[in-house]
């Protein structure tokens, strides 16, 4: 834990860093001056209670990812709803929930944040936020690269005076931005009328989310305020919503910029101060080597969503080939102490394919692409550097993405679905779950011809009372997957194998299998973790994996003892075995 003196010397060092170039001294020696005061205020104040129950991650640990809205009922509001699925069959099973934006919004889902300091009274109040708090981590997005353009600041940056006035970044529309990494296939200026003449703004995402000005010094205050704010109300882990693009600068990407790396930085040493036990996590949807920049020196994210692994967990399973996911989880460093990764295989956005860009070719992404489409998929686009359309995200429900090979077979649907869970709970890191997966839910067709937005065809909202029916009918496919996954996730809790910062060696054994050995960090467990990504009975030499003779082995997926360390034994499609010597 920092002291005092030290906190305040990292403040200034930091903010050295990121204004040097466009701040004079006295100007970042004020500012530093003002925010030592404001957060020495905050930590003068007795840290709420939920901040001392928050332990450092371990094997224990699950994410479960939910808009607050995922389930209604009548007559109760949402967040009370979700409290009341996650009291009820969640508390074994998770330990942190992403509780998607929940403040008044004008589009994305939640991500054009119109008032911060809210909870949207559709959802609920900060009184749930709390309440779910206190049996359950929460993880809250911090939208900080832009604002709704139908916010109070942004109505006050259009009438020139009063809070937020000067918060966003405008550009000179002749300008040559042709560098700058592109998202969205939205014009990246838009246009609008002010108190002070026209301007023009600079959307990333699209023209209703407008790019805050971080070169200004309020903007960066405004947020260390917001930041306190959620954790005096509940919040424990903090999702830095697309943070890459943070800084601009004309001439470059304006993407992953130092600037950025420091701005993490700073608020990594604020959380540090004010709540050791908070986490910050980077959302930062880019190619695997620029992601993994994100752990910093162990000071800037604890921990960075493994962006590369669904799409390249995903087509391994639909091709049957482990090639590309050797070549992954072998590329990706371990992630020191204090750090971790976070892995998932479905979200509520789409499966991202920029972070597979120099990892598999065009061909195959197109492969994966148009097979995608023929399960019922839909493509969103970006504009690349030649100005061109270039796919970014495919649009499908992770169920419907797995019901039929990159050959054409649709037998082992379930299997292969349970199948790239059960390696995901396999890898170093903390596992996510979205809700959706958790019930094997299909595109939702209806909701997507409403709203004519392609992400929603993954946004289906349950009637609690359907979700209900859904989990006591065993003869129900979410039931049985529901269950299924419940199960694994109980038996991987007390692997200590399965810590998420434990030794990760993959090991090589020939494109029809995946494997990765795990070392607890004591050395008393080892966990083999083999995988039959075919659709195909494999026979498996247990040779391979140089058992040690004196140890007891066994399966703990099937609970059967592994009696000769030298026998064959036949792995069914899909099927992976943990091997354990305790």
Known sequence: MLDSKSFSIRLEQHLVKIYGGVKTTKEIKQVSNDLLVFIESKFSKNPPKFLNNVSKWSEKDTILISYPNSIVENKRKPLSTLKKFLDKHCMNMVSIIHILPFFPSSSDQGFSVKDYYSVDKNFGSWDDIKRISQKFSVMGDVVLNHGSSKSKWFENFLNGSGPGSKYFLTADKNLDLSTVTRPRTSDLLSKVDTANGEKYVWCTFSEDQVDYDFENFEVLKEFISIITFYLENGISVFRFDAVAFLWKKIGTGCVNLPETHEIVRLFRTILDYLAPSAILVTETNTPARENVTYFGNANEAHWIYNFSLPPILIYTVLKGDSSYLEKLTMSLPP????????????????????????????????????????????????????????????????????????????????????????????????????????????????????????????????????????????????????????????????????????????????????????????????????????????????????????????????????????????????????????
């Open 335 to 582: 992630a020191q102490l204090g750090a971790s990764y976070l892995n998932f295989v479905a979200s509520h956005d789409g499966i991202g394919l920029r972070p597979i860009e120099g990892m598999m070719s065009k061909s195959e992404i197109n492969k994966l692409i148009n097979k995608m489409k023929n399960n019922g998929g839909e493509i969103s686009y970006r504009i690349n550097k030649d100005n061109k359309e270039s796919p970014y995200e495919i649009n499908i429900s992770l169920f419907d993405a797995m019901q039929e090979t990159l050959n054409g077979n649709e037998d082992f649907h379930f299997d292969r679905f349970l199948c790239i869970h059960i390696i995901m709970l396999s890898l170093e890191g903390v596992p996510a779950f979205y809700i959706h997966s958790l019930f094997g839910t299909k595109n939702d067709q209806n909701l997507y011809s409403k709203t004519n937005k392609k992400r929603d065809l993954n946004r289906h909202v349950f009637e609690i009372d359907n979700l209900k029916k859904i989990i006591d009918d065993e003869n129900n496919h979410g039931s049985f997957i529901f269950y299924k996954l419940k199960n694994l996730i109980a038996i991987r809790k007390k692997q200590t194998a399965f810590h998420p910062n434990a030794v990760q060696f993959t090991l090589h054994l020939g494109k029809n299998f995946y494997g990765v050995w795990r070392q607890s960090l004591d050395k008393s467990q080892s966990i083999f973790c083999i995988t039959n990504v075919t659709d195909e009975n494999r026979e498996f030499s247990l040779m391979d994996i140089n058992l040690i003779g004196f140890d007891q082995w066994r399966d703990l997926i099937s609970n059967k003892t592994l009696s000769d360390i030298h026998s064959k034994i036949t792995l069914k499609p899909y099927q992976t075995i943990w091997v354990s010597n305790k």
